[in-house]
């Protein structure tokens, strides 16, 4: 009798569970011709309260044969992987996903995730310049192309999200992750942001804009130190890149910040990541939280006294999938207690399923391993490495026509400093310090010049310590030669696998702006010998060098160029290159005379009182400094000329609704091909609260042939002039405004005024 009632018990439980799986292979949310809404709904009502809570969790990944023990027949919301190479990755993925769609209950895949921010973070894959080298290019049809080729990439190896662009905005050059910045300009900030999404998005890719919001102008520059401002700054400035990215593009997530805005955790804030994201930006996605920013809302800013409040918070806030944990075992037991209504629970599991069925998981979750070894860093993607550095790298100093160099002038050359000889990539790269992935300076040059001119490398000094005891080798070295090139700046990589001494990146941040360590004596030293020198800066962010700017011979610049950067900096240094990238941060004079950006408003520069100068600064603003950058925003020089020979504008009355129309015509007065970076800003003459003395509004590269005229057409909607008022209602106020046409925020050709009525 008992073996009859458990085998009745077993016929019974198998015809049920036969059944169960018979209603779920024909389930509305399996039919692919559903409306998505519709196969939401028809899910969400069939999962437990659990399986909700774990679609807000991200579950890191292992090895394929670990994919069992780690998700034990549960399906998670997210999952990443970042030590893994991309081969093993994509088969990793290819058996994960297979896993969620055959061994979970209800056959729910997961969205993977990985950092893009210089192409895509698992080994072997092709690295690309770091973003603020993507800005410096002011290029976005390039950068579009840089994540279209990214987004191959990533599609083979089965990804879905990448966790990048970076939107803040680089006003405190203190702060470690200047680097993973566009620049200064929230104009150029979308500009480029939404470039570098649509590359992505072709894809069916979703890219993850952050930091949400008002991340990037620290307190002191730490890393997630509390940011000052008021709501006419988070609304004219923090918010116009995330606004502009999020109209363009339509992105399906949002990262967001560890920071607090005037005092504010903006992480636990439904009026930030609900009312203003949501409901004022049209963000249609799910949020996706940073690392442990959730539980920080207790153990960072004690905005709540409990693990459980802080997930609480975080969830009706707005924070639709937590990556760090703090959702688990907390969730679960707050809506079973009554703590948190389970409305907020649904809402934002809605949010990650319609992700999903947006982007074709139920359909078609996996990538392609098959062709991994034919895309993944192929020779056409670092081709496009090499072409995005090539367009970053800024000449800012070029005394003579010293450069390019004219190799047959030269028997020898000292190539020096703590970055002559290593590859930098910078943070959220996927490579290690001591890695053979990339071409060093010395390399390249070595591979531009070979046997012409004899290259003698000497390091000098570290990138770091106070530690002298290199530099008379170095001094030794450029007194034998004829020439000295000297590379110097900041080191930073990816996070985990940094060296001891990092001096950019996320975490790293500066109390001083001078260069670090003894590289400032090392330059000293150097030009001691009476031998012309070339400084070539290798860094993640502007540092203050009026020395350099004074007693160099030529200063190039290089923000993290990826993988070809050695190679770039030598066909630069050796001609084959014409430099076109501007500056997309100002250059300090000190760290006191930080924050520097160049769109400030017209009364922080000088002041109504006259005053004896000082012997230092007859007509400046400090004592014994002046307030105006070492370098300006917009600043770069070719080794060729342009010309601005003519602006036509097409109407100077306007409404509103209307398009200012801008034709510059400019001319290439040199002996070769080069790109000239077309920039509009705009001042508003007289405005009812304070505006900035110029913004850059629209700007365009040409490739300009030696001895032609192009004619640049420009156009900004009307629209764009506005500004929150009084009552932060945003109006375009009547009246003149400015049009300043040129070559940067400081080399200003036309001026043009228009009336808005």
């Not at 899910?43 to 023990?69: C, F, H, S, Y």
């Not at 190479?85 to 209950?105: G, I, P, S, W």
């Amino acid at each position: 009798m008992k073996q009859i009632i458990i085998l009745s018990t077993l016929l019974l439980t198998y015809g049920i569970s036969a059944a169960v799986g018979q209603q779920l292979d024909t389930a509305l949310y399996k039919n692919k011709k559903a409306p998505v809404p519709a196969r939401v709904e028809d899910l969400l009502k069939r999962m437990t309260l659990r399986e909700k809570v774990l679609q807000l969790q991200n579950r890191g990944a292992g090895k394929t044969d670990e994919i069992a023990n780690i998700f034990k027949g549960e399906s998670f919301g997210c999952t990443h992987e970042m030590g893994m190479n991309a081969q093993d990755c994509a088969n990793m993925y290819q058996e994960l996903q297979t896993y969620m769609l055959k061994k979970t209950r209800l056959g729910i895949p997961v969205l993977t995730a990985v950092e893009g921010i210089e192409g895509i973070l698992q080994n072997n894959c092709t690295i690309f310049p770091h973003e603020l080298a993507q800005g410096s290019t002011f290029n976005p049809a390039l950068i579009r192309k840089m994540t279209t080729a990214a987004g191959e990439e990533a599609q083979v190896i089965g990804i879905h999200q990448i966790l990048s662009p970076v939107l803040d905005i680089a006003r405190e050059l203190r702060w470690g992750r200047v680097e993973e910045t566009f620049g200064e300009d929230p104009f150029l900030i979308a500009e480029m942001g939404t470039a570098f999404i649509k590359g992505y998005q072709s894809f069916r890719i979703t890219c993850t804009p952050k930091h949400f919001v008002a991340h990037g102008s620290p307190s002191g520059g730490l890393n997630c130190a509390n940011v000052s401002g008021g709501e006419r700054d988070m609304r004219s400035l923090y918010l116009y890149p995330f606004a502009k990215v999020i109209a363009n593009t339509n992105p399906l997530s949002v990262m967001s910040c560890y920071s607090a805005y005037d005092g504010v955790a903006v992480s636990g804030s439904r009026y930030y990541m609900t009312d203003i994201l949501r409901e004022e930006l049209g963000f249609k996605g799910y949020v996706y939280s940073d690392w442990g920013s959730v539980e920080r809302l207790q153990s960072f800013h004690h905005a709540v006294d409990s693990r459980e409040q802080a997930a609480i918070q975080s969830l009706i806030a707005g924070i639709d999938l937590d990556v760090d944990g703090a959702y688990e075992g907390t969730l679960e037991k707050s809506v079973e207690s009554g703590l948190v209504d389970i409305k907020y629970l649904d809402e934002a599991v809605r949010h990650v399923l319609t992700v999903k069925f947006e982007l074709g998981l139920f359909d078609n979750p996996f990538g392609d391993p098959a062709r991994v070894s034919k895309v993944v860093r192929s020779a056409a993607h670092v081709e496009i490495a090499k072409m995005v550095a090539d367009e970053s790298a800024v000449l800012l100093k070029n005394d003579n026509n010293i450069l390019p160099l004219d190799i047959s002038k030269y028997k020898s050359i000292a190539v020096v400093g703590p970055n002559a000889d290593q590859t930098v990539f910078g943070d959220y790269s996927w490579t290690s310090r001591d890695t053979k992935e990339g071409t060093t300076l010395l390399e390249g040059l070595q591979e531009a010049i070979g046997n012409k001119v004899k290259l003698h490398y000497t390091q000098g000094c570290d990138w770091w310590s106070r530690d002298t005891s290199g530099i008379a080798a170095a001094v030794k070295s450029v007194t034998a030669s004829d020439l000295a090139i000297v590379a110097i700046g900041t080191r930073s990589t990816f996070l985990g696998r940094s060296p001891q001494y990092s001096t950019a990146g996320e975490g790293f941040d500066l109390s001083s702006l001078e260069l670090p360590g003894v590289q400032q004596e090392l330059l000293t030293a150097i030009k001691a010998t009476g031998k012309p020198f070339i400084v070539v800066f290798i860094a993640g962010k502007p540092l203050a060098m009026p020395w350099v700017k004074e007693n160099a011979n030529a200063v190039l610049v290089q923000w993290y160029g990826g993988e070809k950067q050695g190679n770039t900096l030598a066909d630069i240094l050796t001609g084959v290159v014409n430099p076109s990238g501007r500056l997309n941060v100002s250059f300090p004079r000190s760290t006191g005379n930080t924050p520097i950006y160049y769109n400030h408003f017209v009364t922080d520069r000088n002041e109504p009182f006259d005053r004896p100068g000082s012997p230092q600064d007859p007509k400046g603003h400090y004592i014994f400094d002046r307030p105006d950058p070492l370098w300006a925003f917009g600043t770069g020089m070719s080794f060729t000329t342009f010309q601005y020979l003519d602006c036509r504008i097409a109407d100077t009355i306007l409404t509103e609704k209307d398009v200012i129309k801008i034709a510059v015509d400019v001319k290439n007065t040199g002996n070769r091909d080069g790109k000239e970076v077309i920039q509009v800003y705009v001042r508003d003459r007289v405005s009812s609260v304070a505006t900035p003395v110029q913004q850059l509004k629209a700007f365009s590269k040409e490739l300009i042939p030696k001895g032609q005229t192009r004619t640049v057409q420009l156009e900004i909607p009307v629209s764009e002039l506005g500004l929150y008022n009084e009552r932060m209602k945003y109006v375009v106020e009547p009246g003149a405004f400015e049009l300043q046409i040129g070559a940067a925020a400081d080399n200003i050709h036309f001026t043009k005024v228009i009336q808005v009525k």
